[in-house]
């Protein structure tokens, strides 16, 4: 069973930067697929960005929309998974999900994923 709080949502303007933190409670952070997922209003949730374990370190997966602009890293130390989103855009703005699932899952389907924080709201101005 894992627990997950995010923290660090806002208001920012385009082209500012936030970061998007995840802290997970639970056995063995460092074997789950970790990712972030947005929704906007009257739209699905999306996949953002995830990370799986492997041998040779972390596998990193992002959204074309994304690439380039965010960063998702894992702290083990800290059960922590964070979201650096840089040049932000107005299109960015919605509500992020962090959530967790088995490293062997499809990482980038939304129903895969047994483990979900409460939410924190990004809004870009333009």
């Known amino acids: 069973q894992v627990q997950l709080a995010e923290s660090g949502g806002g208001l920012v303007q385009a082209g500012g930067s936030l970061r998007l933190s995840c802290v997970a409670s639970?056995?063995?952070?460092?074997?789950?697929?970790m990712s972030w997922f947005r929704q906007a209003p009257g739209k699905e949730r999306e996949f953002v960005a995830g990370?799986?374990?492997?041998?040779?370190?972390?596998?990193?997966y992002y959204t074309d929309s994304v690439k380039g602009r965010f960063t998702i890293s894992r702290d083990n130390a800290k059960n922590t998974v964070s979201l650096q989103m840089n040049s932000l855009k107005p299109e960015d703005t919605a509500v992020y999900y962090c959530a967790a699932t088995n490293p062997y899952r499809d990482i980038r389907n939304v129903n895969e994923y047994p483990y979900w924080g409460q939410g924190t709201q990004v809004t870009v101005s333009s």
């Open positions: 639970g056995s063995t952070f460092g074997s789950y697929a």
């Open positions: 990370l799986s374990w492997s041998w040779s370190g972390d596998n990193t």
